[in-house]
Nanobody, 119 residues
Framework: QVQLVESGGGLVQTGGSLRLSCTAS????????MGWFRQVLGKEREFVAS????????SYADSGKGRFTITSDAAKNTVYLQMDSLKPEDTAVYYC????????????WGQGTQVTVSS
């Protein structure tokens, strides 16, 4: 089992920045990928970014390319999502997830953290 705890959400104005953190505990010896997703109430959860545990591989959704940066600190079992130039359409609950046994087999999820971007 892996437990994920997100932090760093909040309220920010358009153009501002936030850094989300996700710390894993439990069986962190797994070779897993970490991902960030977001969901607006009433809409499907969407992929934001993902990273390998050692940080060598990264992937971004088009919505965040050039504005979001995902990084990993394996020693701290923590993944970060730096979000710059935020827009009102980035408003959502952001979830951290861990994929085991592959790039997109997300089986562990955090509780989510709210990000609100005001116009």
């Amino acid at each position: 089992q892996v437990q994920l705890v997100e932090s760093g959400g909040g309220l920010v104005q358009t153009g501002g920045s936030l850094r989300l953190s996700c710390t894993a505990s439990g069986r962190t010896s797994y070779k897993y990928y970490m991902g960030w997703f977001r969901q607006v109430l009433g809409k499907e959860r969407e992929f934001v970014a993902s990273i390998s545990r050692n940080g060598a591989w990264k992937s971004y959704a088009d919505s965040g390319k050039g504005r979001f940066t995902i990084t990993s600190d394996a020693a701290k079992n923590t993944v970060y999502l730096q979000m710059d130039s935020l827009k009102p359409e980035d408003t959502a609950v952001y979830y951290c997830a861990a994929s085991v046994g592959g790039v997109s087999n997300y089986v562990y999820w955090g509780q989510g953290t709210q990000v609100t971007v005001s116009s």
